[in-house]
Every structure is written in C-alpha cells, then in structure tokens.
Nanobody, 115 residues
Framework: QVQLVESGGGLVQAGGSLRLSCAVS????????MGWLRQAPGKQRDLVAI???????NYADSVKGRFTISRDNAKNTVDLQMNSLKSEDTAVYYC?????????WGQGTQVTVSS
C-alpha cells in the first residue's frame, strides 16, 4: 500500500510563509493524482491543490496566487509552498494520492497562522 508522511507544518505570523512536503512510498508509477487538502476545526476536508500525472494543476480559489504545488520524481515528494499566509489558512493539511483508482491520505500536519 501507499504510505504518505507530511512535514513542514508549524506556527507562523500572518503574511509569512511555510513549505510543506509529503514523502510518498514506492514510486509515482500508476499514480493518477496527488496533492493537498486541509481541514479546519468544525469544517469539512477541502481541496487545496492537486496535480495530475499529466501535469495539470488545480488550486482552490482561496489560495490561488499564494500557494504553489510541485512534485519531485527523484525524491518522491509532493510539496506545497505557502506564501502570504492568512489566519483562515489555519488547518490540518493532508497529503493525498490516488493510485490505481484508490485514495490514500497522510496523517496530517498542523498549520497555524497567527494574526
């Protein structure tokens, strides 16, 4: 099975930056899509950014222009650069992979933005 390990979360002041990284076990072969979702307290888990195996990228409207998703085939990671952070970005961020039409999730990493 696929194992995902997130890192890079923490506490940051509004306007600051964080970079999240997700290490994916195995290879990217047969992975259809990967990316990041987040869940704030009392809220549903929502899409942040997704990249497909063809390179197509989708961002949530709320993060466009501030967040950048990327993948590194050599390191087997998918990363999320988060700039100009806002208090509403506070959430647990989960790495996501779809492989052979099955969804996989990491344990999540906490991002807290102070105002």
């Amino acid at each position: 099975q696929v194992q995902l390990v997130e890192s890079g979360g923490g506490l940051v002041q509004a306007g600051g930056s964080l970079r999240l990284s997700c290490a994916v076990s195995g290879t990217f072969f047969n992975i259809n899509a990967m990316g990041w979702l987040r869940q704030a307290p009392g809220k549903q888990r929502d899409l942040v950014a997704i990249i497909t195996n063809s390179g197509s990228i989708n961002y949530a409207d709320s993060v466009k222009g501030r967040f950048t998703i990327s993948r590194d085939n050599a390191k087997n990671t998918v990363d999320l650069q988060m700039n100009s952070l806002k208090s509403e970005d506070t959430a647990v961020y989960y790495c996501y992979v779809n492989k052979l039409s099955k969804d996989y999730w990491g344990q999540g990493t906490q991002v807290t933005v102070s105002s």
